[in-house]
């Protein structure tokens, strides 16, 4: 069935999903912080900033890949 409504605007430029977090890092104390980064929960990319998720930038590192 196709329907009419728009495609949401805040979707990943990738792979459409809508919804991204923001990474968690250590920081120089070894404490777990959030970052700066962005990370797909679709396509696991990281982005620097939303208009990047939202556009699929270039700079966007590449999927994780799952741990063997």
Known sequence: METDQPAPMNRCGYC???????????????????????????????????????QGASDASPPLSAAA
């Open 16 to 54: 459409g999903s809508t919804n991204y977090r923001r990474v968690v890092e250590r920081d120089a104390q070894g404490l777990m912080r959030y970052g700066e980064r962005l990370l797909c929960s679709g396509c696991t990319r990281e982005f620097t900033d939303l208009d990047a998720w939202r």
